[in-house]
T-cell receptor, first 114, second 115 residues
C-alpha cells in the first residue's frame, strides 16, 4: 500500500491565483514528519515546508502553507499568489518514527499559466 | 546551509560496464546517506540506506549485487552500478539527514545513460 498518495498528476493554474496540492499519508507511528519538495526541470530537490506530527499549528513559509489535518491524515500544500516560477514538480514526502529515510509520493506537476 | 555534492553530474557508459557515483557531504558529517533513483516523469524511489562503517540496507526489490554501496568515511558514500544495462539509465540522487527533524540535504543528482 502506498504510504504517500498524491491524486493530482498535473494541474494548470492561472498566475496570481492560489493553488492547493493534495497529499494524504498512511502511518501507524505517532511521531512522523511531513515534507513538501519542489523539483524544477534541473532536477534539484528544493525543500519547501515541514510539518511535525506533534506540531499543533499549520506550518507556513512565505507563500507556502501546509494544511495539516491529522485525523484525516492529510497534508495539503497551499501556494498563495502563484508565480510563473512555481511551475515544477511537487512531491509530498514523509519520515516515520525515528527513521531518517524519507519516502515520496508520486508527485504533482504544476503548470502556472500567464 | 549544509551542502551535498554528487559527482559526476552526468555520465554516459556502454552496456556491461560499471559506473561509480560519489556523494559527499561538504560541511557536515553524515553517518547515514540515502540513495534514490528517479525515472523520467516519476517519483524518487528509495534504493538503499548507506551506513558509515557498516553494510548498506537495501529496499525490497533492489539488487544489492548490482548496486554496490560503500560508505567509507563520514563525508563520502559511493554507489557503483555494476554491469550497467540500458534499463539502469536513470537520475540518481543522494541525500543526508541533518540534526533537525526537518533537515534532509539532497545532492544535485547524477544522470546516468547506458547505451
Amino acid at each position: 500500500a502506498q504510504k504517500i498518495t498524491q491524486t493530482q498528476p498535473g494541474m494548470f493554474v492561472q498566475e496570481k491565483e492560489a493553488v492547493t496540492l493534495d497529499c494524504t499519508y498512511d502511518t501507524s507511528d505517532q511521531s512522523y514528519g511531513l515534507f513538501w519538495y519542489k523539483q524544477p526541470s534541473s532536477g534539484e530537490m528544493i525543500f519547501l515546508i515541514y510539518q511535525g506530527s506533534y506540531d499543533e499549528q499549520n506550518a507556513t513559509e512565505g507563500r507556502y502553507s501546509l494544511n495539516f489535518q491529522k485525523a484525516r491524515k492529510s497534508a495539503n500544500l497551499v501556494i498563495s499568489a502563484s508565480q510563473l516560477g512555481d511551475s515544477a514538480m511537487y512531491f509530498c514526502a514523509m519520515r516515520e518514527g525515528r527513521d531518517d529515510k524519507i519516502i515520496f509520493g508520486k508527485g504533482t506537476r504544476l503548470h502556472i499559466l500567464p | 546551509g549544509a551542502v551535498v555534492s554528487q559527482h559526476p553530474s552526468w555520465v554516459i557508459c556502454k552496456s556491461g560496464t560499471s559506473v561509480k557515483i560519489e556523494c559527499r557531504s561538504l560541511d557536515f558529517q553524515a553517518t547515514t546517506m540515502f540513495w534514490y533513483r528517479q525515472f523520467p516523469k516519476q517519483s524518487l524511489m528509495l534504493m538503499a540506506t548507506s551506513n558509515e562503517g557498516s553494510k548498506a540496507t537495501y529496499e525490497q526489490g533492489v539488487e544489492k549485487d548490482k548496486f554496490l554501496i560503500n560508505h567509507a568515511s563520514l563525508t563520502l558514500s559511493t554507489l557503483t552500478v555494476t554491469s550497467a544495462h540500458p534499463e539502469d539509465s536513470s537520475f540518481y540522487i543522494c541525500s543526508a539527514p541533518g540534526t533537525g527533524a526537518y533537515e534532509q540535504y539532497f545532492g544535485p543528482g547524477t544522470r546516468l545513460t547506458v547505451t
